[in-house]
């Protein structure tokens, strides 16, 4: 079973990993940069010092 990742900030699901530097954060839709949410479930992108994922678990 996939175990449900909660956002940093409140209560909500996780929809995906920020991580700018060596500060990494769990966010939720309301959270997530907007380059997060930009991208498509399961997609990532990874910059110099920076990496985004969003978790596929949006339409399941
Ligand atoms: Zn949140």
């Known amino acids: 079973m996939a175990e449900r990742k909660k956002c940093e900030y409140c ?3 996780a ?3 920020q991580s700018l ?3 990494v954060s769990l966010v939720c839709q ?6 997060l949410l930009a991208l ?6 990874a910059y110099e010092y920076c ?3 969003r978790f596929d678990t949006a339409d399941r």
């Open 11 to 13: 209560e909500q699901d």
């Open 15 to 17: 929809i995906g990993i």
């Open 21 to 23: 530097g060596s500060c």
């Open 30 to 35: 309301n959270h997530a940069d907007s380059s």
């Open 40 to 45: 498509k479930p399961g997609e990532k992108l």
């Open 51 to 53: 990496y985004l994922e």
